[in-house]
């Protein structure tokens, strides 16, 4: 695609319940990462992939998190058991290679109630 | 912990003046650097990277590191209220095999009509 598309927008869930958020690349990008944006913070690191293996997940906060990219392309980011301090904007990023500048996606804005 | 140090303003500066923002990093295998606008509400966007030591221009922006000082700088010349954003900094450095890029906090800048 044309640029980065991440879905839904808004999410809005019950805490305890399991959410996945997905992230659709530029087409040819071989590097994909995913972000959480607090208000007025920077992005701050979850995991990379590089084509389909998941080089990185060392951002992560605990084992309710985890995220795919089975075919080299979209990845999806799970998160189980949601708990209210999980509501943030998560953000997805592509790039051509690792080191290259990114291409951000909309971000899906979390909010767990 | 590789950081990335931004004031986080606000920057205010007069419509037709250089705004200058500031970043540090404190790991010293950085090998490239960018700069991020982030309108209010919206996803960063890649304006300018640099990977050597000096100046590079581009319009308005120019964007200078000293890997020495660890100092990475962005200049933006006649600046107009369109402007107004937070300007992201962000070092890539090795990490586990790949380019790991680490965000600052950013640094709000008001350009006054």
């Known amino acids: 695609g044309a640029g980065v598309s991440q879905s839904p927008r808004y999410k809005v869930t019950k805490r305890g319940q399991d959410v996945a958020l997905r992230c659709d690349p530029i087409?040819?990008?071989?590097?994909l990462y995913w972000y959480r944006q607090a208000l007025g913070q920077g992005p701050e690191f979850l995991t990379y992939f590089n084509y389909e293996a998941q080089q990185d997940k060392s951002g992560l906060p605990n084992d309710r998190f985890s995220a795919e990219r089975p075919e080299g392309s979209i990845s999806t980011l799970t998160i189980q058991r949601t708990e209210q301090r999980d509501s943030a904007m998560y953000r997805c990023?592509?790039?051509?290679?690792?080191?290259?500048?990114?291409?951000f996606g909309s971000g899906t804005r979390l909010t767990v109630v | 912990q590789k950081e990335v140090e931004q004031n986080s303003g606000p920057l205010s500066v007069p419509e037709g003046a250089i705004a200058s923002l500031n970043c540090t990093y404190s790991d010293r295998g950085s090998q490239s650097f960018f700069w991020y606008r982030q309108y209010s509400g919206k996803s960063p966007e890649l304006i300018m990277f640099i990977y050597s030591n000096g100046d590079k221009e581009d319009g308005r922006f120019t964007a200078q590191l000293n890997k020495a000082s660890q100092y990475v700088s962005l200049l933006i010349r006649d600046s107009q209220p369109s402007d107004s954003a937070t300007y992201l900094c962000a070092a890539a450095g090795r990490s586990g095999g790949y380019q790991k890029v680490t965000f600052g906090i950013g640094t709000k800048l008001q350009v006054i009509p």
């Open positions: 087409s040819g990008h071989v590097s």
């Open positions: 990023a592509s790039s051509q290679g690792q080191g290259d500048g990114y291409t």
